[in-house]
């Protein structure tokens, strides 16, 4: 975003009371709703906080003279980087809908709770989102496929919905930070000036140490949690997916799918979108019980016409009228209908199936727990009698089980939407008066040393990351701001990028109001400040390149001075 507005007027001149003062006012706002909403803190007190906020910061920018529309334009370019985001949200949402009915998500929850202990769920968690990530060089993508399933596996395991939630998101942007294919991977390094295999091989020194610590803490959560799994809930879910879906292994080759277009370098959208379609059809081809009972039951038959002489089609509870009637009557009603053609009921489908789609895509859609379904699938597991009855009591007294066969569409996700936007208008009023910068200014009068210089860069993108919702302007700002003074430092740009990256991508997802922070809460159910505790390798990431920078531990320095200005000026 640019500050061309400023060009004859300095940043530093504006008074830092002023450029503190909105964000000074967000956080209180942001602290009192909290207090006051506890966790409906997000469904809009926060957004008004924010636009509050906004409104504080537009006044400050009159008030140094500088014009409304400059900062309009400002708020309207930052919702204009979200857009990406936003479209993404919403496909998240559509993709859970259909990856539900059609069985996708419920085959990965099947298979991962025979696959899966209480011993090693957590760990496995990590390591299996750690891979997802580092093959899509996507976290959001991660955490809306594979994701969503391992929650609902941690829930069947007696596991906490946040402590799960903190693994998938610490295995999600470890592979985030370390593939080739992530955005901000490739953004850091273009910001410091220095190529991204030079990036990653750098970020190996503090990544690795903080992957093996986040696998040690897990494992000790993990140890601390076996007393309270039973396994009984596991022998009822399995039923519960039993009784409502065709579970078979070919179905995995759904989520197989999005992997490898992303791999092959299709952008996030498309590969959401189509994976979206994909589960749409396999539902429509796989899942057809599922969809006669979501369809609207206005579309169970061709509506009678009154025309005598045109023959009339039977729904199926006209078949059954005819069943009940008596001898005398059964002639007449039979003489007066016809059996549906295979055209018909082959129409019939196809509508429901257009409508089931549709609903799923874009609003809730919940399958009603079948008891005498359940009975029967843990009879075939040879639990019966009192057992069966107080497992199928459990199940359906606990309100969270709702959740297992249920999905929320892209309306679920509009008030996460709601979020970024608010957010996205406070980030841009506060970057186009140069409010932002202001504040990063002050924090160099602490960077005297190349310890404080690192710890400086490092609470620069924290903060970015607060005051402007946006993780690639925690990028983008702080590496704007600390390019020459790590360059006058003699530090090679590899060090730059390496605290960019340890620093505003992972610390992103931990702000409720930030876009990963509000995109994480969405698409796995779970708060922002609940999983925030559990993010283990996103907090413990920071404070690895600042303790690496503290005892000057692999700080590469600048070989050829002449050769880093090139570089610099070809990016």
Known sequence: MSNSHLIKREVSAIPLSLAILPLATLIGLLILNVWMYTEDASYGPNQIALVISAALASL????????????LNGMVSSIGSALTAILILLLIGGLTGTWMISGVVPTMIYYGLQILTPETFLLATVLVCSVVSI?????????????????????????SEPMTAGAIISGAYF??????????????PAMAGTDVFTHIRYMLWTTVPSYVITLGVFWMF??????????????????????????TPWLLLVPALVVAMVIMRFDAISALFVAMIVGAVVAVTIQPQVILELANPKLSGVQLTTDEDTPKVAT???????????????????????PPSVFSRAKTYLLQSYNVAINAMYSKVALEVNENGIRSRLAAREITGERAEGLIDEFIANPKNNDLLS??????????????????????AMESIGLLERITLVLLRFAQSTGTL?????????????????????IVVPGRMFRKTFADRGLAPQNLSRTLEDSGTVTSVLIPWNTCGATQAGALKVPTLEYLPYCVFNYVSPLMTVFFGAFHIALAKKVDASAD???AANN
């Open 60 to 71: 400050v920018g009159v008030y140094l003279k500088i014009p409304f529309a400059t900062i």
């Open 135 to 159: 093959a899509t060089g996507s976290s959001w993508t991660t955490v809306a496929t594979v994701g969503v399933a391992l929650i609902a596996i941690g829930r069947a395991l007696g596991i």
């Open 175 to 188: 592979g985030d930070k370390l593939s080739p294919l992530s955005d901000t991977t490739n953004l850091a």
């Open 222 to 247: 993990t140890r601390g949690l076996q007393l309270e799994v039973q396994e009984a809930s596991v022998d009822i879910l399995l039923a519960a997916l039993e009784s409502k879906f065709v579970i």
């Open 316 to 338: 199926e509870n006209q078949a059954e009228s005819v069943e009940a009637a008596g001898p005398a009557e059964e002639s007449d009603a039979i003489k007066s209908i016809t």
């Open 407 to 428: 999905a929320r569409g892209m309306e679920g996700m509009l008030n996460t939407v709601w979020l970024v936007l608010c957010a996205m208008c406070f980030g841009g």
């Open 454 to 474: 690192i710890g400086t860069t490092a609470a620069s993108c924290l903060l970015v990351n607060i005051a402007a919702a946006d993780q690639y302007l925690a």
């Open 565 to 567: 200005e090139n570089l």
